[in-house]
Protein backbone atom coordinates (compact mmCIF):
# COMPACT_ATOMS: atom_id res chain seq x y z
CA UNK A 1 0.00 0.00 0.00
CA UNK A 2 0.96 3.64 -0.42
CA UNK A 3 2.11 5.66 2.43
CA UNK A 4 1.03 9.25 2.71
CA UNK A 5 3.84 12.08 4.42
CA UNK A 6 2.86 15.64 5.24
CA UNK A 7 6.02 17.55 4.06
CA UNK A 8 4.29 21.25 4.78
CA UNK A 9 3.17 22.61 8.11
CA UNK A 10 1.53 26.33 8.35
CA UNK A 11 -0.96 28.14 10.37
CA UNK A 12 -2.00 31.70 11.32
CA UNK A 13 -2.14 33.22 15.19
CA UNK A 14 -5.50 32.22 16.54
CA UNK A 15 -7.63 35.12 17.79
CA UNK A 16 -9.60 38.10 16.78
CA UNK A 17 -8.44 38.83 13.32
CA UNK A 18 -10.82 42.18 12.73
CA UNK A 19 -8.48 43.23 9.73
CA UNK A 20 -8.91 39.79 8.11
CA UNK A 21 -11.50 37.63 6.06
CA UNK A 22 -11.80 34.08 5.97
CA UNK A 23 -9.87 34.18 2.50
CA UNK A 24 -6.40 36.18 3.90
CA UNK A 25 -6.67 34.08 6.91
CA UNK A 26 -6.84 31.02 4.45
CA UNK A 27 -4.38 32.35 1.93
CA UNK A 28 -1.79 32.96 4.39
CA UNK A 29 -1.53 29.22 6.29
CA UNK A 30 -1.84 28.07 3.03
CA UNK A 31 1.53 29.89 1.73
CA UNK A 32 2.89 29.17 5.05
CA UNK A 33 2.58 25.39 4.49
CA UNK A 34 3.72 25.49 1.48
CA UNK A 35 6.68 27.43 1.93
CA UNK A 36 7.40 25.17 4.57
CA UNK A 37 7.59 22.25 2.05
CA UNK A 38 9.51 24.59 -0.32
CA UNK A 39 7.40 23.84 -3.06
CA UNK A 40 5.73 25.79 -5.42
CA UNK A 41 2.31 24.08 -6.74
CA UNK A 42 -0.22 22.13 -5.44
CA UNK A 43 -2.33 19.76 -7.27
CA UNK A 44 -5.79 19.63 -5.40
CA UNK A 45 -6.96 21.66 -2.57
CA UNK A 46 -9.71 20.44 0.44
CA UNK A 47 -11.04 23.05 2.39
CA UNK A 48 -12.07 22.05 6.10
CA UNK A 49 -14.75 24.11 7.10
CA UNK A 50 -17.74 24.01 9.12
CA UNK A 51 -20.21 27.21 8.85
CA UNK A 52 -18.86 29.77 6.43
CA UNK A 53 -22.19 30.35 4.85
CA UNK A 54 -24.14 32.16 8.09
CA UNK A 55 -20.94 33.28 9.33
CA UNK A 56 -19.79 35.33 6.28
CA UNK A 57 -22.47 34.69 3.95
CA UNK A 58 -19.90 32.43 1.77
CA UNK A 59 -19.71 28.85 0.50
CA UNK A 60 -17.82 27.43 -2.45
CA UNK A 61 -14.81 27.78 -0.24
CA UNK A 62 -12.89 25.61 -3.21
CA UNK A 63 -13.33 27.73 -5.73
CA UNK A 64 -12.82 31.04 -3.30
CA UNK A 65 -9.23 29.98 -1.85
CA UNK A 66 -7.82 28.11 -4.30
CA UNK A 67 -8.01 31.19 -6.64
CA UNK A 68 -7.53 33.72 -4.28
CA UNK A 69 -4.20 31.31 -2.79
CA UNK A 70 -3.43 31.32 -6.43
CA UNK A 71 -3.23 27.81 -7.36
CA UNK A 72 -4.59 27.52 -10.83
CA UNK A 73 -7.52 25.38 -12.46
CA UNK A 74 -6.71 22.47 -9.38
CA UNK A 75 -9.68 20.56 -8.56
CA UNK A 76 -11.08 22.25 -4.97
CA UNK A 77 -13.93 21.57 -2.39
CA UNK A 78 -15.07 22.10 1.07
CA UNK A 79 -15.57 19.25 3.59
CA UNK A 80 -17.77 19.89 6.40
CA UNK A 81 -18.21 17.30 9.29
CA UNK A 82 -19.72 19.95 11.90
CA UNK A 83 -16.17 20.76 14.26
CA UNK A 84 -14.44 17.80 12.66
CA UNK A 85 -14.53 19.33 9.56
CA UNK A 86 -10.33 20.12 10.28
CA UNK A 87 -9.89 16.48 11.05
CA UNK A 88 -11.97 15.22 8.20
CA UNK A 89 -10.58 17.55 5.62
CA UNK A 90 -6.89 15.92 6.60
CA UNK A 91 -8.13 12.43 6.02
CA UNK A 92 -9.72 13.01 2.62
CA UNK A 93 -6.47 14.58 1.48
CA UNK A 94 -4.62 11.87 2.89
CA UNK A 95 -7.25 9.35 1.36
CA UNK A 96 -6.36 10.96 -1.85
CA UNK A 97 -2.80 10.48 -2.30
CA UNK A 98 -3.47 6.86 -1.03
CA UNK A 99 -5.86 6.18 -3.56
CA UNK A 100 -2.87 7.24 -6.51
CA UNK A 101 -5.73 9.69 -7.76
CA UNK A 102 -3.38 12.79 -6.42
CA UNK A 103 -0.04 13.31 -5.34
CA UNK A 104 0.71 16.76 -3.65
CA UNK A 105 -2.58 17.45 -1.89
CA UNK A 106 -3.06 20.76 0.02
CA UNK A 107 -6.00 20.53 2.90
CA UNK A 108 -6.37 23.72 4.91
CA UNK A 109 -8.58 24.65 7.77
CA UNK A 110 -10.31 27.75 8.48
CA UNK A 111 -13.24 29.41 10.13
CA UNK A 112 -13.83 33.40 10.35
CA UNK A 113 -16.50 33.82 13.44
CA UNK A 114 -15.87 37.08 15.11
CA UNK A 115 -17.76 39.05 12.51
CA UNK A 116 -21.36 37.87 13.95
CA UNK A 117 -23.06 38.44 17.22
CA UNK A 118 -22.56 36.22 20.14
CA UNK A 119 -25.93 35.11 20.19
CA UNK A 120 -25.91 34.40 16.22
CA UNK A 121 -22.43 32.65 17.00
CA UNK A 122 -24.25 30.50 19.53
CA UNK A 123 -27.00 29.91 16.99
CA UNK A 124 -24.62 28.91 13.59
CA UNK A 125 -22.52 26.82 16.53
CA UNK A 126 -26.01 24.69 17.55
CA UNK A 127 -26.63 24.33 13.54
CA UNK A 128 -24.01 20.98 14.15
CA UNK A 129 -26.49 19.76 16.59
CA UNK A 130 -30.40 18.47 15.40
CA UNK A 131 -31.92 21.74 14.22
CA UNK A 132 -35.92 20.05 14.94
CA UNK A 133 -35.31 18.22 18.25
CA UNK A 134 -32.52 20.31 19.79
CA UNK A 135 -32.13 23.63 18.18
CA UNK A 136 -35.39 24.05 18.03
CA UNK A 137 -36.27 23.75 22.15
CA UNK A 138 -33.42 26.52 22.44
CA UNK A 139 -30.42 23.96 22.84
CA UNK A 140 -27.02 26.30 22.78
CA UNK A 141 -24.15 23.73 21.96
CA UNK A 142 -22.73 24.69 25.67
CA UNK A 143 -25.72 23.07 26.75
CA UNK A 144 -25.97 20.04 25.25
CA UNK A 145 -22.21 19.77 26.46
CA UNK A 146 -23.32 20.94 29.58
CA UNK A 147 -26.26 18.27 30.11
CA UNK A 148 -23.39 15.63 29.96
CA UNK A 149 -21.03 17.16 32.29
CA UNK A 150 -23.60 17.22 34.94
CA UNK A 151 -24.72 13.76 34.07
CA UNK A 152 -20.89 12.24 34.16
CA UNK A 153 -20.09 14.35 37.27
CA UNK A 154 -22.97 12.59 39.07
CA UNK A 155 -22.35 9.48 37.39
CA UNK A 156 -18.72 9.04 38.51
CA UNK A 157 -18.59 11.35 41.79
CA UNK A 158 -16.43 14.44 40.21
CA UNK A 159 -16.98 17.56 40.98
CA UNK A 160 -16.31 21.20 39.05
CA UNK A 161 -13.04 20.93 40.23
CA UNK A 162 -11.80 18.36 38.80
CA UNK A 163 -13.06 19.09 34.96
CA UNK A 164 -11.26 22.34 35.62
CA UNK A 165 -7.99 20.79 36.16
CA UNK A 166 -8.31 20.11 31.77
CA UNK A 167 -8.44 23.93 31.31
CA UNK A 168 -6.01 24.40 34.09
CA UNK A 169 -3.39 22.28 31.69
CA UNK A 170 -4.17 23.53 28.15
CA UNK A 171 -3.45 26.60 29.41
CA UNK A 172 -0.45 26.26 31.06
CA UNK A 173 0.65 24.47 27.59
CA UNK A 174 -0.65 27.08 25.62
CA UNK A 175 1.28 30.07 27.53
CA UNK A 176 3.81 28.87 25.44
CA UNK A 177 2.35 28.53 21.87
CA UNK A 178 3.09 31.99 20.14
CA UNK A 179 -0.02 30.88 17.91
CA UNK A 180 -2.42 30.36 20.88
CA UNK A 181 -5.12 32.91 21.31
CA UNK A 182 -4.63 32.70 25.19
CA UNK A 183 -0.96 32.83 25.92
CA UNK A 184 -1.05 32.80 29.65
CA UNK A 185 -1.50 30.48 32.49
CA UNK A 186 -4.18 30.28 34.66
CA UNK A 187 -5.12 29.23 38.32
CA UNK A 188 -8.05 26.52 39.42
CA UNK A 189 -9.62 29.31 40.77
CA UNK A 190 -10.07 31.43 37.64
CA UNK A 191 -11.76 28.28 36.32
CA UNK A 192 -14.17 27.67 39.36
CA UNK A 193 -15.00 31.80 39.63
CA UNK A 194 -15.97 32.18 35.57
CA UNK A 195 -19.17 33.01 35.80
CA UNK A 196 -21.80 30.11 34.68
CA UNK A 197 -22.99 29.85 30.51
CA UNK A 198 -25.06 26.59 31.04
CA UNK A 199 -24.96 25.10 34.35
CA UNK A 200 -22.39 23.46 34.96
CA UNK A 201 -20.65 24.21 32.71
CA UNK A 202 -18.37 28.03 33.58
CA UNK A 203 -17.06 30.05 30.59
CA UNK A 204 -13.56 28.70 31.13
CA UNK A 205 -14.63 24.92 30.63
CA UNK A 206 -15.07 26.22 27.40
CA UNK A 207 -12.96 27.17 23.98
CA UNK A 208 -13.65 30.60 22.76
CA UNK A 209 -15.43 31.78 19.27
CA UNK A 210 -12.73 32.95 17.19
CA UNK A 211 -10.59 33.04 14.01
CA UNK A 212 -8.16 31.33 12.41
CA UNK A 213 -6.60 28.98 9.24
CA UNK A 214 -3.83 26.09 9.37
CA UNK A 215 -2.70 24.35 6.72
CA UNK A 216 -0.97 20.82 5.41
CA UNK A 217 0.70 19.39 2.34
CA UNK A 218 0.10 16.22 2.06
CA UNK A 219 2.13 13.48 -0.92
CA UNK A 220 3.54 10.22 -1.22
CA UNK A 221 7.25 9.58 0.22
CA UNK A 222 8.32 9.02 -3.46
CA UNK A 223 6.94 12.10 -4.21
CA UNK A 224 8.15 14.28 -1.47
CA UNK A 225 11.75 12.93 -2.63
CA UNK A 226 11.20 13.90 -6.01
CA UNK A 227 10.59 17.17 -5.22
CA UNK A 228 13.66 17.37 -3.26
CA UNK A 229 11.71 17.92 0.50
CA UNK A 230 14.44 16.87 3.02
CA UNK A 231 13.08 13.69 5.14
CA UNK A 232 13.29 15.45 8.20
CA UNK A 233 10.30 17.27 7.36
CA UNK A 234 8.10 14.49 6.46
CA UNK A 235 5.45 13.12 9.33
CA UNK A 236 3.86 9.92 8.13
CA UNK A 237 -0.08 10.02 8.98
CA UNK A 238 0.45 6.12 9.67
CA UNK A 239 -3.63 5.73 10.97
CA UNK A 240 -6.93 6.97 10.44
CA UNK A 241 -10.53 6.11 11.60
CA UNK A 242 -13.71 8.33 11.70
CA UNK A 243 -17.24 7.42 12.52
CA UNK A 244 -19.87 8.98 13.62
CA UNK A 245 -22.86 8.39 16.09
CA UNK A 246 -26.90 9.89 16.45
CA UNK A 247 -27.00 13.14 16.08
CA UNK A 248 -29.40 14.12 18.58
CA UNK A 249 -28.23 13.47 22.24
CA UNK A 250 -31.08 12.20 23.59
CA UNK A 251 -31.13 9.32 20.91
CA UNK A 252 -27.40 7.98 22.90
CA UNK A 253 -27.56 4.39 23.23
CA UNK A 254 -24.81 6.02 26.05
CA UNK A 255 -24.92 10.06 27.08
CA UNK A 256 -21.21 8.83 28.91
CA UNK A 257 -19.58 6.76 25.71
CA UNK A 258 -18.50 8.35 22.71
CA UNK A 259 -18.43 5.56 20.76
CA UNK A 260 -18.22 7.52 17.60
CA UNK A 261 -14.83 8.11 18.80
CA UNK A 262 -14.11 4.48 20.18
CA UNK A 263 -14.48 3.05 16.95
CA UNK A 264 -12.86 5.63 15.06
CA UNK A 265 -9.89 5.16 17.70
CA UNK A 266 -9.88 1.22 17.08
CA UNK A 267 -9.47 1.63 13.21
CA UNK A 268 -6.54 4.32 13.36
CA UNK A 269 -4.98 1.90 15.78
CA UNK A 270 -4.87 -1.13 13.49
CA UNK A 271 -3.95 0.81 10.57
CA UNK A 272 -0.82 1.99 12.76
CA UNK A 273 -0.55 -1.01 14.12
CA UNK A 274 -0.11 1.06 17.78
CA UNK A 275 -2.16 0.82 21.00
CA UNK A 276 -3.05 4.21 23.30
CA UNK A 277 0.17 3.29 25.62
CA UNK A 278 2.48 3.86 22.38
CA UNK A 279 1.30 7.06 21.42
CA UNK A 280 3.59 9.71 23.00
CA UNK A 281 1.02 12.80 22.94
CA UNK A 282 -2.79 13.67 22.07
CA UNK A 283 -4.19 16.46 20.54
CA UNK A 284 -7.78 15.68 21.69
CA UNK A 285 -10.49 17.94 21.03
CA UNK A 286 -11.62 19.79 24.28
CA UNK A 287 -14.19 22.25 23.29
CA UNK A 288 -15.38 21.59 27.03
CA UNK A 289 -13.55 19.95 29.77
CA UNK A 290 -15.98 17.27 29.52
CA UNK A 291 -15.06 16.24 25.94
CA UNK A 292 -11.37 16.03 26.79
CA UNK A 293 -12.49 13.52 29.72
CA UNK A 294 -14.71 12.10 27.76
CA UNK A 295 -12.01 11.44 25.04
CA UNK A 296 -9.72 9.93 27.04
CA UNK A 297 -12.13 7.28 28.40
CA UNK A 298 -12.77 6.86 24.10
CA UNK A 299 -9.63 6.50 22.99
CA UNK A 300 -8.53 3.77 25.58
CA UNK A 301 -6.43 5.73 27.42
CA UNK A 302 -8.31 5.83 30.73
CA UNK A 303 -10.78 3.23 31.70
CA UNK A 304 -14.71 4.20 31.67
CA UNK A 305 -15.38 6.54 34.53
CA UNK A 306 -11.31 7.34 35.39
CA UNK A 307 -10.89 9.93 32.19
CA UNK A 308 -11.36 13.14 34.66
CA UNK A 309 -9.30 11.07 37.08
CA UNK A 310 -5.79 11.60 34.71
CA UNK A 311 -6.12 15.38 35.02
CA UNK A 312 -6.33 14.73 38.90
CA UNK A 313 -3.25 12.35 39.34
CA UNK A 314 -1.49 14.85 37.10
CA UNK A 315 -0.57 12.57 33.95
CA UNK A 316 -1.76 14.65 31.52
CA UNK A 317 1.34 17.54 31.29
CA UNK A 318 3.76 17.57 29.13
CA UNK A 319 6.49 15.39 30.88
CA UNK A 320 3.39 12.91 32.43
CA UNK A 321 3.28 9.49 31.07
CA UNK A 322 -0.04 10.75 29.02
CA UNK A 323 0.56 14.47 27.74
CA UNK A 324 -2.45 16.21 25.88
CA UNK A 325 -3.35 19.32 24.17
CA UNK A 326 0.96 20.19 24.44
CA UNK A 327 0.10 23.79 22.51
CA UNK A 328 -2.88 24.31 24.56
CA UNK A 329 -5.43 22.68 22.61
CA UNK A 330 -9.22 24.36 21.84
CA UNK A 331 -9.53 25.84 25.41
CA UNK A 332 -6.12 28.10 25.41
CA UNK A 333 -5.02 27.68 21.27
CA UNK A 334 -8.66 28.14 20.41
CA UNK A 335 -10.92 26.67 18.41
CA UNK A 336 -11.93 28.25 15.23
CA UNK A 337 -13.93 25.40 14.21
CA UNK A 338 -13.56 23.74 11.21
CA UNK A 339 -9.86 24.79 11.34
CA UNK A 340 -9.25 22.81 14.21
CA UNK A 341 -8.54 19.68 13.13
CA UNK A 342 -6.01 21.19 10.86
CA UNK A 343 -3.92 23.24 13.56
CA UNK A 344 -4.64 19.68 15.51
CA UNK A 345 -2.14 18.20 12.56
CA UNK A 346 0.08 21.06 12.26
CA UNK A 347 0.83 21.10 16.20
CA UNK A 348 1.32 16.85 15.58
CA UNK A 349 3.61 17.27 13.12
CA UNK A 350 5.93 20.44 14.86
CA UNK A 351 5.59 17.83 18.41
CA UNK A 352 6.69 14.75 15.41
CA UNK A 353 9.99 17.31 13.80
CA UNK A 354 11.23 17.91 17.47
CA UNK A 355 10.11 22.17 16.71
CA UNK A 356 7.41 22.50 19.01
CA UNK A 357 7.61 25.31 21.85
CA UNK A 358 6.39 22.82 24.35
CA UNK A 359 8.26 19.85 22.93
CA UNK A 360 6.93 16.12 24.52
CA UNK A 361 10.87 15.08 24.32
CA UNK A 362 11.41 11.82 22.18
CA UNK A 363 8.11 11.85 20.56
CA UNK A 364 7.57 9.62 17.76
CA UNK A 365 4.09 8.46 17.68
CA UNK A 366 1.33 11.32 18.17
CA UNK A 367 -2.77 11.11 17.84
CA UNK A 368 -5.26 13.82 16.68
CA UNK A 369 -8.75 13.26 17.70
CA UNK A 370 -11.32 15.90 16.10
CA UNK A 371 -15.08 16.12 17.24
CA UNK A 372 -18.10 16.97 15.69
CA UNK A 373 -21.51 17.76 16.72
CA UNK A 374 -21.89 16.47 20.48
CA UNK A 375 -19.88 13.77 19.79
CA UNK A 376 -21.34 12.44 16.58
CA UNK A 377 -18.78 12.97 13.80
CA UNK A 378 -15.30 11.98 14.88
CA UNK A 379 -11.61 11.58 13.50
CA UNK A 380 -8.86 10.21 14.77
CA UNK A 381 -5.52 10.81 13.29
CA UNK A 382 -2.43 8.94 14.14
CA UNK A 383 1.10 10.40 13.15
CA UNK A 384 4.19 9.17 12.92
CA UNK A 385 7.81 11.13 13.03
CA UNK A 386 9.43 9.02 9.97
CA UNK B 1 -32.41 34.00 11.18
CA UNK B 2 -35.36 36.26 11.98
CA UNK B 3 -38.42 35.34 9.43
CA UNK B 4 -38.65 32.08 8.05
CA UNK B 5 -40.71 32.11 5.19
CA UNK B 6 -40.99 28.25 5.28
CA UNK B 7 -43.67 27.91 7.51
CA UNK B 8 -44.48 24.00 6.37
CA UNK B 9 -40.97 23.53 8.06
CA UNK B 10 -42.32 23.56 11.39
CA UNK B 11 -46.15 22.69 10.46
CA UNK B 12 -44.62 19.06 9.28
CA UNK B 13 -43.86 18.30 13.07
CA UNK B 14 -47.40 19.64 15.00
CA UNK B 15 -48.30 16.10 15.64
CA UNK B 16 -44.69 14.93 17.15
CA UNK B 17 -44.60 18.35 19.08
CA UNK B 18 -48.11 18.51 20.41
CA UNK B 19 -48.91 15.22 21.27
CA UNK B 20 -45.59 13.32 21.31
CA UNK B 21 -46.29 10.76 18.66
CA UNK B 22 -43.07 8.41 18.63
CA UNK B 23 -42.46 5.48 16.72
CA UNK B 24 -42.57 1.41 17.78
CA UNK B 25 -41.13 -0.95 15.70
CA UNK B 26 -42.42 -4.51 15.08
CA UNK B 27 -40.25 -5.69 17.87
CA UNK B 28 -41.62 -3.51 20.09
CA UNK B 29 -38.53 -0.96 20.26
CA UNK B 30 -39.94 2.60 21.02
CA UNK B 31 -38.46 5.65 20.31
CA UNK B 32 -38.93 9.21 19.97
CA UNK B 33 -39.15 10.97 17.19
CA UNK B 34 -40.31 8.76 14.99
CA UNK B 35 -37.49 7.46 12.62
CA UNK B 36 -37.67 5.56 9.37
CA UNK B 37 -36.04 2.49 10.77
CA UNK B 38 -35.92 1.55 14.49
CA UNK B 39 -32.22 2.08 16.02
CA UNK B 40 -32.25 -0.93 18.00
CA UNK B 41 -33.11 -3.95 15.78
CA UNK B 42 -33.52 -2.27 12.04
CA UNK B 43 -36.81 -3.17 11.46
CA UNK B 44 -38.33 -0.59 8.64
CA UNK B 45 -42.20 -1.69 10.35
CA UNK B 46 -42.52 1.52 12.44
CA UNK B 47 -46.24 2.50 13.79
CA UNK B 48 -46.91 5.68 15.46
CA UNK B 49 -47.33 5.79 19.23
CA UNK B 50 -48.36 8.41 21.45
CA UNK B 51 -46.05 8.64 24.28
CA UNK B 52 -47.88 9.07 27.94
CA UNK B 53 -45.56 12.45 28.25
CA UNK B 54 -44.65 11.06 31.92
CA UNK B 55 -41.07 10.60 32.72
CA UNK B 56 -37.80 12.03 35.14
CA UNK B 57 -35.29 14.01 34.23
CA UNK B 58 -31.79 12.75 33.69
CA UNK B 59 -29.58 15.54 33.63
CA UNK B 60 -30.45 19.65 32.71
CA UNK B 61 -28.34 22.95 32.83
CA UNK B 62 -29.42 26.74 32.61
CA UNK B 63 -28.63 28.25 29.58
CA UNK B 64 -27.57 31.57 30.11
CA UNK B 65 -26.21 32.48 26.89
CA UNK B 66 -29.13 31.44 24.38
CA UNK B 67 -28.71 30.97 20.55
CA UNK B 68 -30.91 33.89 19.48
CA UNK B 69 -34.24 33.69 19.04
CA UNK B 70 -34.61 32.56 22.70
CA UNK B 71 -33.04 35.49 24.29
CA UNK B 72 -36.50 36.50 25.91
CA UNK B 73 -36.72 33.23 27.92
CA UNK B 74 -32.97 33.60 29.41
CA UNK B 75 -32.24 32.02 31.88
CA UNK B 76 -34.11 28.83 31.12
CA UNK B 77 -33.77 25.22 32.24
CA UNK B 78 -33.27 22.41 29.68
CA UNK B 79 -33.32 18.89 30.63
CA UNK B 80 -32.81 15.04 29.42
CA UNK B 81 -36.36 13.53 30.35
CA UNK B 82 -36.28 9.88 30.53
CA UNK B 83 -39.97 9.02 29.68
CA UNK B 84 -41.50 6.00 30.97
CA UNK B 85 -41.24 4.07 27.85
CA UNK B 86 -37.66 4.15 27.73
CA UNK B 87 -36.64 6.97 25.08
CA UNK B 88 -35.30 10.29 26.15
CA UNK B 89 -36.62 13.77 25.06
CA UNK B 90 -34.55 16.93 24.73
CA UNK B 91 -36.80 19.67 26.33
CA UNK B 92 -37.20 23.20 28.39
CA UNK B 93 -38.48 22.33 31.89
CA UNK B 94 -41.29 24.98 32.82
CA UNK B 95 -43.18 26.02 35.79
CA UNK B 96 -40.09 25.17 38.07
CA UNK B 97 -37.92 27.16 40.75
CA UNK B 98 -34.46 26.33 39.08
CA UNK B 99 -33.15 25.58 42.52
CA UNK B 100 -35.65 22.70 43.17
CA UNK B 101 -34.48 20.73 39.66
CA UNK B 102 -33.11 17.57 41.10
CA UNK B 103 -32.14 13.70 39.51
CA UNK B 104 -35.35 11.69 38.82
CA UNK B 105 -37.62 14.45 39.30
CA UNK B 106 -40.84 13.44 37.73
CA UNK B 107 -42.33 15.62 35.29
CA UNK B 108 -44.93 15.62 32.61
CA UNK B 109 -45.53 17.01 29.22
CA UNK B 110 -47.11 20.37 28.55
CA UNK B 111 -47.88 22.26 24.97
CA UNK B 112 -46.14 25.80 25.61
CA UNK B 113 -45.00 28.77 23.30
CA UNK B 114 -41.30 27.06 22.08
CA UNK B 115 -40.53 30.86 20.18
CA UNK B 116 -41.98 34.09 18.30
CA UNK B 117 -40.69 35.95 15.97
CA UNK B 118 -41.17 39.31 15.24
CA UNK B 119 -43.88 41.54 13.35
CA UNK B 120 -45.30 39.37 11.24
CA UNK B 121 -43.65 36.24 12.14
CA UNK B 122 -45.48 32.79 13.50
CA UNK B 123 -45.88 31.44 16.56
CA UNK B 124 -44.13 28.06 17.87
CA UNK B 125 -45.44 25.70 20.23
CA UNK B 126 -44.31 22.71 21.28
CA UNK B 127 -43.39 20.23 24.26
CA UNK B 128 -42.10 21.00 27.74
CA UNK B 129 -41.80 19.52 31.00
CA UNK B 130 -43.46 20.66 34.31
CA UNK B 131 -43.73 18.94 37.62
CA UNK B 132 -47.14 17.21 38.06
CA UNK B 133 -49.96 18.77 38.73
CA UNK B 134 -51.65 17.35 41.36
Known sequence: MKKAVIIGAGMTPVGEHWKLALRDLAVEAVFNAMDDAGIDKVYSLYVGNMISGPFVEQENLGSLIADWAGLGNIPAVKIEAACASGGAAVQEG??????????????????????????????????????????????????????????????????????????????????????????????????????????????????????????????????????????????????????IDTINLANREDLLTLKAAKIAAERAYKMAGVEPKDIDFFEIHDAFTIMAALSLEALGVAKKGDGAKLAREGQIAIDADYPIQTMGGLKARGHPVGATGVYQTVEAVLQLRGEAPNQVPNAEVGLTQNIGGTGSNITVTVLRRV | ?????????????????????????????????????????????????????????????????????????????????????????????????????????????????????EEDGIILYGYKFRPPVK
Open chain 1, 94 to 243: VKAVLSGLEDVVAVVGVEKMTDAWPNDATRYLAYAADAEWELFHGASFVALNALVMRYYMKTHGYTEEDLALFAVNAHTNGAKNPYAMFKRSIKLETVLKSPYIADPLKLFDASPVCDGAAAVIITTPEKAKELGVPKEKWVEVAGMGRA
Open chain 2, 1 to 117: MSRPMQVSRYWRHFREKYRLIGGKCENGHVHFPKRPICPVCGSREIEEVELSGKGKVLSWTIIRNPPSGFEYYKPYPLALIELEEGPIVLAQLTDIDPEEIDFGMEVEVVTKKIREF
